[in-house]
T-cell receptor
Framework: RKEVEQDPGPFNVPEGATVAFNCTYS??????FFWYRQDCRKEPKLLMS???SGNEDGRFTAQLNRASQYISLLIRDSKLSDSATYLC?????????????FGQGTTLQVKP | DTEVTQTPKHLVMGMTNKKSLKCEQH?????MYWYKQKAKKPPELMFV?????LSINESVPSRFSPECPNSSLLNLHLHALQPEDSALYLC?????WGSGELFFGEGSRLTVL
């Protein structure tokens, strides 16, 4: 079983749609969780951290379910500019060491 | 604009060549990383340096040799590579090792002939 798993998609949605991505992780000791965004032929950039209580940043909401070992990302009112690959990242070590492991990414294509 | 600078952006080398990839950051970050990314795949961790000391080596073949001359610089020395080593090599830094906020450079795209 992979340490971090995502549905690769692609997810093709119309502008204005709401779309959700899930990511599962295998190491129950994982401490911290993140969503990164990677545009085509660009470097990954941090989108948001995922906190135990869930967190929201504008149209983006991230949630963590430790019992089921998954994190989610919800995008509301999709924009054309949201088209990218969304990478789930898990720190599988302790908070001040560990390894940041990337999921294979979920590709989102927002259509006009 | 990225605050992590990688050179060169593109590199083509033969299997007998020796070359180096360079990475620089001036954000005062104490952790630096090398990741390898193949097309349509996620970045794969290669090495982690924390306070200029090698902290993680993900069983990377010895034909890849990392070096951290000081807190701002990270090099990756390449020797006797194979065609399957062709990939995008991404350098990243973070405030401390374990921080999830990685700042990536634009990468060095390597082709091994």
């Amino acid at each position: 079983r992979k340490e971090v798993e995502q549905d690769p998609g692609p997810f093709n949605v119309p502008e204005g749609a709401t779309v959700a991505f899930n990511c599962t992780y295998s190491n129950s000791a994982s401490q911290s969780f993140f969503w990164y965004r990677q545009d085509c032929r660009k470097e990954p950039k941090l989108l948001m951290s995922v906190y135990s209580s869930g967190n929201e940043d504008g149209r983006f909401t991230a949630q963590l379910n430790r019992a089921s070992q998954y994190i989610s990302l919800l995008i509301r009112d999709s924009k054309l500019s949201d088209s990218a690959t969304y990478l789930c990242v898990v720190n599988i070590g302790s908070s001040n060491t560990g390894k940041l492991i990337f999921g294979q990414g979920t590709t989102l294509q927002v259509k006009p | 604009d990225t605050e992590v600078t990688q050179t060169p952006k593109h590199l083509v080398m033969g299997m007998t060549n020796k070359k180096s990839l360079k990475c620089e950051q001036h954000m005062g970050h104490r952790a630096m990383y090398w990741y390898k990314q193949k097309a349509k795949k996620p970045p794969e961790l290669m090495f982690v340096y924390s306070y200029e000391k090698l902290s993680i080596n993900e069983s990377v073949p010895s034909r890849f040799s990392p070096e951290c001359p000081n807190s701002s610089l990270l090099n990756l020395h390449l020797h006797a590579l194979q065609p399957e080593d062709s990939a995008l090599y991404l350098c990243a830094s973070s405030q401390e090792w374990g921080s999830g906020e990685l700042f990536f450079g634009e990468g060095s795209r390597l082709t091994v002939l």
